[in-house]
Structures are given as C-alpha cells and as structure tokens.
C-alpha cells in the first residue's frame, strides 16, 4: 500500500495553508476604525488598502475528482487569523484534514502555520508544523528580509535543517502580496504576477499568476452582514508556479471571491486530478491593539 505521508496529501495540505491567507475580508464604515492603513506598494496603484484583523472558520471538503485521482473524498476545518501586531501582522492558520483514498485507506493531517510580517514589508518570520496520523510530518521554521519593496532579499531556514536562500527582485511577501492584488484589482486591472515567499515549505519561493475579474458585491451576506456587506469584491484565479520548476503547468490554481480589505468568503483549490471548496463558515473581527 502507498505511504500516503508522502504522497498526495502532503501537497494538499501545505499548498492551501501558504496561500488561502491570501484571501482577505470587508468591512462597512464602522468596522474600518479596526483597520490598518497599508500604504501602497511600489508601482501599484497609488490608493491605500484597508486591512482589517479578523479570524474566520472555512469548512473544507471535496468538490469534484477527476478518473485519475485515488482520493474519494477530504472533509476538514480551516481556521484563520489575521491580527494587528502593532508593529506588524501576524497571521496564524490551523487545518485538520481526513483524505480518503480509493483502497480504504484514510490518512489525518493537521497543520499549524503562524507567521509575522512588518508593516513595511520588508521583514517576516515563519513556523509550520505538520502532523500526519498524529506523528510529526514537516516543520519549516526562520526568517526573510528584503533590502527594499522590490528589491532583493534572503531567506534563512532553522528548520528542517540551517539554509539560506536568495530572494529575486520583486519578490513580496504574503500580506503585500495581498495588499498588491487588491491595489491591482481597484485600479481596474486584470493580471498580476509575482514571486511570493511564505515559508510554507522548504522551497518557500512562488510564482502567483493572478487573473482579476469584474468588480461586484457580495451575494450572500447574511452570514455577517456588517463585515461581509458594503464593500465591493472581486473573482480571482490564481496559478501558482513553483520558481525551480521547469514545466509551464501550475502546480495547482486557485479561485476564490475577495473583498477590498482581506477577507474571503469562498474559495475553490484544484490540485489538477481533484478540487477542494473552502466555505467561510463564521467570521468576527478582532479588536486593534493598545499600541
């Protein structure tokens, strides 16, 4: 029988874990006094970009499977946070996964991932544990700085075992890299590339090809008004290209809906020979700090 710890499922669970932060949340008028102002990207768009802290809960299952695929079925939760560290932005995401696959077999993972990022987005510090079936899987652990906004940069690894990486020019980091798109989206444009670094895993470095549709609002808000209502959203689909690869396929895409200042309310991943939807379940803003 196949070792399932690292075969498929080791991608299906880091990959939504390095950019389902990506996705971000509204907020009408009165919440937004709980927002940071994000001053504007170099070269982006010159309107400021409102984040606003908040944790939200995403149910996780499977959407679809195509005849190539061993898995039957993933059912999990998605928690996620996205706090005002006063001197910058901690974001933490916990998942628990179950994938079951064609010959019975059912293999449980769990991931915690928690980051830092400066507000001027230039340094940032990560720590990602995986467990599968209880027992630790992965643990990526250390810390990137760029010499300037689309400048270069270095990455150092901790763990799993000391390294340092070079960062190329233009590579951000994943709340700029969410501050951009949503510049990108308000000025009207529709395609946005860039390398990301997120720590997620030992390779750390991506290229995210954006598509950016029509902006519109929210269907549903009902789940929570005050935060999901008054604020306009946009499609997005994003491909992502692990830089040391060679193949011009995206490892796997990303559709979601996002809102103006970082939530979002659903998102679609497909992992090519099966896809996973993330519904956002609850969602509350978290308060700003004393700073």
């Not at 990022?117 to 630790?136: C, I, P, T």
């Not at 990486?165 to 510049?183: D, K, N, R, S, Y």
């Not at 390398?195 to 090809?209: K, Y």
Request: hydrophobic fraction near 40%; proline fraction near 7%.
């Amino acid at each position: 029988m196949p070792n399932r710890a690292n075969d498929q499922p080791s991608d299906p669970i880091l990959s939504p874990c390095r950019h389902l932060r990506r996705a971000g949340t509204a907020a009408v008028t009165a919440v937004l006094a709980l927002a940071a102002v994000v001053p504007p990207v170099s070269g982006q768009a010159e309107a400021a970009v409102q984040i606003m802290p908040h944790r939200a809960l995403y149910n996780m299952s499977l959407a679809s499977t195509r005849r190539s695929s061993s898995v039957t079925d993933v059912r999990g939760k998605m928690m996620f946070e996205w706090a005002d560290a006063c001197d910058g932005w901690t974001i933490e995401q916990r998942f628990r996964l179950d994938f079951q696959y064609a010959e019975g077999e059912e293999v449980k993972m769990t991931t915690n991932y928690v980051t830092w990022e400066a507000k001027d987005g230039r340094s940032y510090r990560f720590n990602v544990r995986k467990l599968v079936n209880g027992q630790l899987d992965e643990e990526v652990k250390g810390a990137a700085d760029l010499d300037k906004i689309d400048g270069l940069g270095r990455a150092h690894f901790e763990e799993p075992e000391p390294d340092d990486a070079e960062l190329p020019a233009g590579t951000l980091f994943p709340t700029w890299h969410t501050v951009a798109l949503i510049q990108q989206a308000m000025a009207g444009e529709k395609l946005f590339s860039r390398p990301v670094f997120d720590g997620a895993d030992a390779e750390g470095l991506t290229e995210i090809s954006a598509v950016i549709g029509e902006k519109t609002a929210i269907k549903d808000p009902s789940l929570n008004k005050a935060l999901l209502g008054g604020l306009p959203a946009w499609p997005v689909r994003m491909a992502f290209f692990p830089i040391k690869s060679q193949s011009a396929e995206p490892e796997y895409e990303m559709t979601l809906t996002l809102l103006s200042n970082g939530v979002a309310q659903a998102m679609t991943i497909d992992y090519g020979d099966f896809t996973v939807n993330a519904v956002l379940e609850s969602l509350e803003a978290l308060p700003k700090p004393g700073c």
